[in-house]
């Protein structure tokens, strides 16, 4: 990256985050902190062998219904061996029971942001929702 590179970084850095409230500093692991603003953007810094890297997530670019939940890095790790698993052979079947465990958990974890599988209307929304994600050749 250039100076000049660095610098035009820089000031779009700075206009991104000009006049906006800290909510919370957080650290995901060690090397890595975020900074969360009152409107929902995030600063992340996280430390490599060669420096930093800094992203910032600017709140106007997300879809609003965007949904957000914290695994521990134990989950992480199992739910990504289940993931690239299935990934692989295109069959889900639990290996080990922390595999189960990490779904359940993960089920709670969306009981705790959702509320429309509560709604009377749950089985079109469903039918919605899987009809917005799908490739568009399924």
Known sequence: MTKSDLKKEATIA?????????????RNRVGEFGIEFTDGTRLFVD?????????????????????G?????????????????FSDIETLNIKHQAEERVLWNL?????EKLS????????E?????????????D
């Open 14 to 26: 700075t206009e991104i985050l000009k006049g906006k409230d800290v909510s919370t500093v957080f």
């Open 47 to 67: 430390h490599l062998e060669n420096g930093l890297e800094l992203s910032i997530t600017d709140s106007s670019q997300e879809p609003a219904n965007n949904v």
């Open 69 to 85: 939940f914290c695994l521990s890095k134990e989950e992480a790790i199992v739910l990504f061996e289940f993931l690239s698993r």
């Open 107 to 111: 089920r709670s974890l969306l009981e």
């Open 116 to 123: 429309e599988p509560f709604d009377k209307n749950y089985q």
């Open 125 to 137: 929304i469903l039918k919605a929702a899987r009809e917005r994600i799908k490739d568009k050749n």
